[in-house]
């Protein structure tokens, strides 16, 4: 279902409030918008998982007294192949400007407006 004209009017705008008022969280938002899990972290994680159960049935077949240990280090590859697969890399993360001074010297914006139009309703009220 499209927007409607007057819709697309008040999203640019909101967009365009949200450029003015704070630039790096929008491009952080904008750029991180399409990255996902990696295709290749899945892949990799997947092949070393299956590994691991590898080495875990081989140590239930094995007939000897480090069966045990062989399971268990099969195991422990198999959660680190799926740990692997379902965590992000450090490239995907995105970093939080640790300072408030630009925020602080950012115009007023959309949102500092509705603040205000809320508090003025709120003292209007008996």
Do not use: C
């Amino acid at each position: 279902m499209a927007l409607s004209e007057h819709e697309q009017r008040l999203l640019d705008q909101l967009e365009q409030q949200l450029h003015a008022e704070d630039p790096k969280f929008a491009n952080s938002m904008a750029s991180s918008a399409g990255r996902g899990m990696s295709t290749r972290r899945i892949v990799l994680g997947a092949l070393v998982a299956v590994a691991g159960i590898a080495v875990l049935i081989l140590g239930i077949t094995l007939d000897s007294p480090f069966n045990i240990l062989v399971g268990i280090v099969g195991f422990m590859v198999m959660g680190a192949g799926m740990y692997y697969a379902t965590t992000k890399g450090k490239q995907a993360e995105t970093q939080i400007p640790a300072g408030r001074k630009e925020r602080a010297a950012a115009p007023r914006g959309f949102m500092s407006n509705l603040e205000n139009k809320w508090d003025e309703r709120k003292r209007d009220q008996p």
